[in-house]
């Protein structure tokens, strides 16, 4: 089970996905060789031995980085598994190094690093549903 967020390019008014306009189409993130150099530079320790699916591992967490074999990338969805809220600054590390937007999917709004409701939610509903981790 992983809380989905989801990478994109949106414009800078947007603040939930119930504020995208109809008919809006994101544009690419970039050429596949780019986006990989970005998430190297941000994430040193991001294994991209394949380059449509990176890992990311801190202490407590780990991120699969599902950025697919299409060339330009249009969007990466990251699989957050664990727990602690240090992961959201490698969350944000990697929006900003891929200029783009991180989506809480399960809440629909824009991720920050001051607000960790939509993790913290997720890993409650896990705990309920799986029992609490060992």
């Known amino acids: 089970m992983s809380w989905d967020v989801l990478l994109l390019h949106l414009p800078d008014d947007i603040v939930s996905v119930r504020d995208i306009p109809d ?18 530079r941000a994430a040193p320790e991001a294994d991209l031995s394949d380059p449509a699916w990176g890992e990311l ?26 727990s602690g809220d240090d992961v959201l600054t490698s969350v944000t590390r990697l929006a900003t190094a891929l200029d783009c937007k991180a ?15 939509g993790w ?4 409650n509903y896990r705990d309920r549903v799986t029992g609490p981790p060992r």
């Open 57 to 82: 591992s801190g202490t407590t967490w780990s991120i699969e980085l599902s950025i697919g074999s299409h060339d330009p990338v249009d969007s990466i969805m990251l699989h957050i598994r664990g």
């Open 103 to 117: 989506v809480d999917c399960s809440t629909g709004d824009l991720l920050t690093t001051q607000d960790p409701a």
């Open 120 to 123: 913290h939610a997720f890993q």
């Open 23 to 40: 008919g809006y189409t994101p544009p690419p993130l970039g050429p596949q060789q780019d986006i990989l150099a970005a998430v190297a």
